[in-house]
């Protein structure tokens, strides 16, 4: 990432300091931003963080509304609370004048949605949404291409999205997004980067869709015979690759602390691991969990003047980056979210281009879309400039709402076939 230090320093509160506010501070501080506030419920976590960024006990918050009644002085809040926690903070702190960046998704319902945009837009803030995607090199590199017309008009796209086996074990069966009532539905919590970044490359608006998808493997009736509910308690964990013991207790052993691992305790210490496993969700087997999303789904788009694009979300993958090929009426791109492959219909040449992404996992960038994302933001309160946002309030909408009519017809089974 390259560092540039804004004009102004922009002092930031943090509401939610997970994963994602921590990840997301940490690289705002690196762009020169002064975290000066955190609001946290969990006790351990808000002071490790309080005492990361030399917050004062004052600015240090078990919730945000405590936050928002203490009038600090702040130029803008990350909120990166649970995503059925975004509607209230984010529309509170709009109404208090404060710029807002706004983790993904921006809120499980559409209503809610509609209701941030017409709120955030009222207050007149800056807004952003982390759609990390659209701020990568990669995804600049594609977009140039195409402006320049080396692949002519771009007619259709296929997008698909390998989760990682123990990626969507840890997240989607055993993790906060298991339930579709508790949370928001795997597409969106997962994969509205996806069809937010596919709206970003066509360039146009999408008008229809159809869905198809559901939970086929992480059931009960496909338990391995033998197996028990808990993997430190199971005889046959040694040959199951969703293996909690394998996933976590192992690597605690080797010392690893970062996620998924940090996830079962502040202090993730092979002791501690193990009494997470035992106790919490992280243990249970991938079969009993209760979980209701889906583990694969595919979204067929249509967007303006005919132009089609195909995505595919599954579980059964290794972890991997984003696959793409963009069809246009004068040659074709392949990509797999750092490098592009680009052949020449009229030449019938291939060029390589190497966009030499950043580290592609959760917390190392997004193949470099965090940290770009979290410069554009504090340069744009820095300067007042919302046009240095990528994902500000209305297309973020419009990409929210390809993917609650995706759920619609995907729930509705649009277009069952029928023997005759």
């Known amino acids: 990432m390259n560092k540039k230090t804004p004009v102004k320093q922009v002092r930031l509160a943090v509401v939610g300091a997970g994963n994602r506010g921590q990840s997301y501070a940490k690289l705002a501080q690196e762009c020169g931003?002064?975290?000066?506030?955190?609001?946290?419920?969990?006790?351990?976590?808000?002071?490790?963080?309080?005492?990361?960024?030399?917050?004062?006990?004052?600015?240090?918050?078990?919730?945000?509304?405590a936050l928002l009644d203490a009038?600090?002085?702040?130029?803008?809040?990350?909120?990166?609370?649970?995503?059925?926690?975004?509607?209230?903070?984010?529309?509170?702190?709009?109404?208090?004048?404060?710029?807002?960046?706004?983790?993904?998704?921006?809120?499980?319902?559409?209503?809610?949605?509609?209701?941030?945009?017409?709120?955030?837009?009222?207050?007149?803030?800056i807004f952003a949404v982390c759609h990390v995607l659209r701020y990568t090199d990669y995804t600049q590199a594609i977009r140039k291409i195409i402006a320049e017309g080396l692949i002519g008009d771009v007619i259709c796209i296929q997008h698909h999205e390998p989760i990682g086996y123990w990626h969507h074990a840890h997240s989607y069966v055993r993790g906060n997004w298991r339930s579709e009532a508790e949370s928001s539905s795997a597409l969106l919590a997962k994969s509205c980067h996806d069809l937010d970044w596919l709206r970003f490359i066509m360039g146009r608006r999408c008008i229809r869709v159809s869905s198809f998808g559901s939970l086929v493997h992480f059931r009960p009736e496909n338990q391995p015979k033998g197996a028990s509910d808990r993997c430190l308690d199971c005889d046959v964990e040694s040959s199951c690759p969703y293996s909690a013991r394998r996933i976590y207790l192992e690597a605690a052993h080797r010392g690893e602390t970062h996620w998924p691992v940090s996830m079962l305790d502040v202090d993730p210490t092979p002791a501690n691991v193990e009494a997470a496993l035992r106790q919490g969700p992280y243990g249970h087997c991938v079969y009993t969990s209760g979980n209701d999303?889906?583990?694969?789904?595919?979204?067929?788009?249509?967007?303006?003047?005919?132009?089609?694009?195909?995505f595919t979300m599954s579980a059964f993958t290794p972890k991997a980056g984003r696959a793409t090929r963009i069809f246009g009426s004068r040659g074709q791109l392949v990509g797999d979210g750092s490098t592009i492959q680009r052949y020449d219909f009229l030449t019938e040449q291939t060029f390589d281009i190497d966009t030499q992404a950043a580290d592609q996992s959760l917390l190392g960038g997004h193949g470099g879309g965090d940290g770009?994302?979290?410069?554009?933001?504090?340069?744009?309160?820095?300067?007042?400039?919302?046009?240095?946002?990528?994902?500000?309030?209305?297309?973020?909408?419009?990409?929210?709402?390809?993917?609650?009519?995706?759920?619609?017809?995907?729930?509705?089974?649009?277009?069952?076939c029928v023997n005759t």
């Open 33 to 65: 931003a002064r975290i000066v506030a955190v609001a946290e419920p969990r006790q351990a976590v808000r002071q490790r963080f309080a005492n990361d960024y030399g917050i004062t006990s004052e600015a240090v918050f078990d919730d945000w509304p």
């Open 71 to 125: 009038k600090l002085s702040y130029d803008a809040v990350l909120i990166a609370t649970p995503d059925r926690q975004h509607v209230e903070p984010a529309i509170a702190f709009a109404a208090d004048g404060r710029h807002i960046l706004l983790e993904k998704p921006m809120a499980p319902t559409e209503a809610e949605c509609r209701r941030i945009v017409h709120e955030v837009k009222a207050a007149g803030v």
């Open 293 to 310: 999303v889906v583990d694969q789904q595919v979204v067929n788009m249509e967007f303006d003047s005919g132009r089609t694009a195909s």
């Open 372 to 416: 770009r994302l979290i410069q554009s933001f504090v340069s744009a309160v820095a300067q007042n400039d919302p046009s240095l946002i990528l994902s500000g309030p209305d297309e973020t909408l419009e990409s929210h709402l390809m993917v609650f009519a995706a759920e619609r017809a995907r729930k509705q089974q649009l277009g069952e």
